[in-house]
């Protein structure tokens, strides 16, 4: 690339398994870089909250996932995901898509105003990532990720590495530009993140 080219990095796209520092390395964007943040897992549980969303919801999903005022038990939706793989298809074939457009509308209001977005998530697709100008990916070993939901989720052990093996987000490794290593200090991750943006 010539020199004169600026390297494009509105839209930055932090993706990692779970407990992978996504949302640590998404506060050093926002306090240190000023990006704007966007957290897919919340825009996913804020859908779920939608009456239109719910009524769908409540097609695919047993009762016993509903607390008695009707909403969703997050918990009970989590162990129920692990042991029917049908019903988390079916789930993510419905809120997927709104999410992901949700994420491009977002995407597109922050190009319009030449702002900048740093967008987290476990499950990146093709067509968000490539609306990203950057891709950090943030790698941390199983065992690392498995003692901090411990301490910081209080999950079993067990229910912690089925979620690190029921994802699949390494896959995407190879399209990252930077590849943090979280296993790190916090400190050298910040260090590190701000020596990639003076390289650019
Ligand atoms: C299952 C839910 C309700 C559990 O909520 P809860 O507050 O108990 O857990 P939390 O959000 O802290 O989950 C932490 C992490 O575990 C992951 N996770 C949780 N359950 C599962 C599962 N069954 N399979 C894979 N990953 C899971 C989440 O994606 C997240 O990265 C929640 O994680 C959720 O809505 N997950 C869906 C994520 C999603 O669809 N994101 C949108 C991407 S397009
Ligand atoms: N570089 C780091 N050094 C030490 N601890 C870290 C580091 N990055 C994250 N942590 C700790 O690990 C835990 C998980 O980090 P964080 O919430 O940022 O991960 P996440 O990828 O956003 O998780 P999730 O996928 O569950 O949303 C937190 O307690 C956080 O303080």
Do not use: W
Not at 32 to 61: C, G, N
Not at 161 to 174: C, D, N
């Amino acid at each position: 690339m010539g020199k004169a080219e600026r390297v494009k990095k509105e839209i930055i796209g932090v993706i990692g398994g779970i407990a992978s520092g996504k949302s640590t390395v998404l506060s050093i964007l926002q306090g240190d870089f000023s990006y704007r943040i966007l957290r897919m897992d919340e825009l996913a549980k804020a859908l779920y909250q939608e009456e239109a969303v719910l009524r769908e919801i409540k097609k695919l999903l047993p009762a016993s996932v509903f607390t008695k005022e009707g909403a969703l038990s997050f918990s009970r939706l989590r162990t129920l995901l692990f042991t029917e793989p049908e019903r988390k298809k079916h789930l993510e074939e419905l809120i997927h898509p709104l999410v992901f457009q949700e994420v491009s509308k977002e995407i597109e209001q922050v190009r319009l105003l030449r702002e900048k977005l740093a967008v987290e998530t476990a499950l990146p697709n093709q067509d968000f990532l490539s609306q990203c100008d950057l891709i950090f990916y943030l790698d941390a070993s199983e065992e690392t990720r498995c003692k901090r939901l411990i301490e910081s989720r209080g999950l079993e052990k067990e229910e912690a590495f089925q979620i690190i093996h029921s994802q699949s987000v390494k896959r995407f490794k190879e399209q990252a530009q930077l590849v943090i290593n979280t296993e790190e200090s916090i400190e050298r991750v910040r260090d590190e993140i701000c020596q990639y943006f003076q390289r650019l």
